[in-house]
């Protein structure tokens, strides 16, 4: 064999290992498991939870019954809503009620992070009008403002709320 035709045997090897190679790392377990982790880390990222998280940050903020558009200090129940859809391109109008017509219903069994869920509870309810609104955070829980604890996570399914409950609307 001449030196020439041993050097293009030497690089048709060396190619096709790089290739194999290639091959080898584009399927390798770790490279599965990469792909596998960026898409569901995306998918806990959607609007909606975007929302709740940004809402979380207030958590223990206090409640005040017509609290300004303008503050942070204080919440009430539909400023809060306002203020942390707002962020994510969402313009409320005022009050619960106004925002109980906003968007397109969604069924409680088809809720999602981010939906607004209204309820008729407190001195001003009697079981039809939209008093309270919250924003579902997923799996049974609610963020909201109200009373004492302020800005808080409650069971939408149980108590005061599974009671009160009306209706839900999806904005985003």
């Known amino acids: 064999m001449n030196k020439q035709t041993l050097i293009k045997k ?22 599965q498991a990469d792909a596998a982790t960026s898409s569901s880390s995306s998918y806990a990222t959607t609007k909606g939870q975007q929302v709740v998280n940004f809402g979380k940050k207030y958590m223990g903020t206090p409640y005040k019954f017509g609290a300004s558009t303008s503050t942070t200090k204080v919440f009430d129940c539909s400023s809060f809503m306002k203020h942390i859809f707002k962020k994510y391109g969402v313009n409320l109008p005022r009050t619960a009620a106004q925002q109980s017509k906003v968007g397109v219903a969604v069924s409680k069994a088809n809720l999602k992070p981010g939906d607004m869920v209204f309820f008729s509870s ?21 963020l909201h403002t109200y009373g004492k604890p302020g800005v808080t996570i409650s069971n939408l399914n149980s108590g005061t709320w599974k009671k009160t409950y009306l209706k839900a609307r999806r904005v985003l």
């Open 10 to 31: 030497a690089a048709i090897i060396s190619i096709s290992a790089a290739m194999g190679l290639g091959t080898l790392l584009a399927v390798s377990p770790a490279s």
């Open 122 to 142: 407190g001195s001003r309810a009697n079981g039809k009008n939209v008093t309270h609104v919250a924003v579902y955070a997923g799996n049974g829980k609610i």
